[in-house]
C-alpha cells in the first residue's frame, strides 16, 4: 500500500514558481511510476506530468512543456513538481498518484493510488 501527501502549494504572482512535493509512503514507491495531475475549478482531472520508476524518462502536458519539471527522489521517497513561468490558467488544486503499470501512464484511471492534493492559486 502506498500513501501520499502532497505539499508546497499557496498563492502566487503570474510569472512567479513554486515547487510541489509529494512525500510516499510504502516499500515499493521506488518501483512506481509517479505523476502530478491537476484539477481546475468546476472543470475534469487533468494530466500534468509522470516520471518512470527509475526518473530516466518523463512525459509532460503540452501546456506545462518547458515551464514544468518533474523530479524523484527513491532515497526520500519524495516526488516534486516544479512549476516555472506560472500563469492564472494553471490555478487547480493539483494532485500526485502513483502507478502499478510501467512506462509513462497519462490516464487517471491508470493510477491506483492518489493524495489529496495542494491548491496552487496564480493571481493575474
Known amino acids: 500500500q502506498v500513501q501520499l501527501v502532497e505539499s508546497g502549494g499557496g498563492l502566487v504572482q503570474a510569472g512567479g514558481s513554486l515547487r510541489l512535493s509529494c512525500a510516499a509512503s510504502?516499500?515499493?514507491?521506488?518501483?512506481?511510476?509517479m505523476a502530478w495531475f491537476r484539477q481546475p475549478p468546476g472543470k475534469e482531472r487533468e494530466f500534468v506530468a509522470v516520471?518512470?520508476?527509475?526518473?530516466?524518462?518523463?512525459g509532460y502536458a503540452d501546456s506545462v512543456k518547458g515551464r514544468f519539471t518533474i523530479s524523484r527522489d527513491n532515497a526520500k521517497n519524495t516526488v516534486y513538481l516544479q512549476m516555472n513561468s506560472l500563469k492564472p490558467e494553471d490555478t487547480a488544486n493539483y494532485y500526485c498518484?502513483?502507478?502499478?503499470?510501467?512506462?509513462?501512464?497519462?490516464?487517471?484511471?491508470?493510477?491506483?493510488?492518489w493524495g489529496l492534493g495542494t491548491q496552487v492559486t496564480v493571481s493575474s
Open positions: 498518484a502513483a502507478s502499478r503499470l510501467y512506462g509513462l501512464p497519462m490516464d487517471p484511471g491508470q493510477y491506483n493510488h
Open positions: 510504502g516499500r515499493t514507491f521506488s518501483t512506481y511510476p
Open positions: 516520471i518512470t520508476w527509475s526518473g530516466d524518462s518523463r
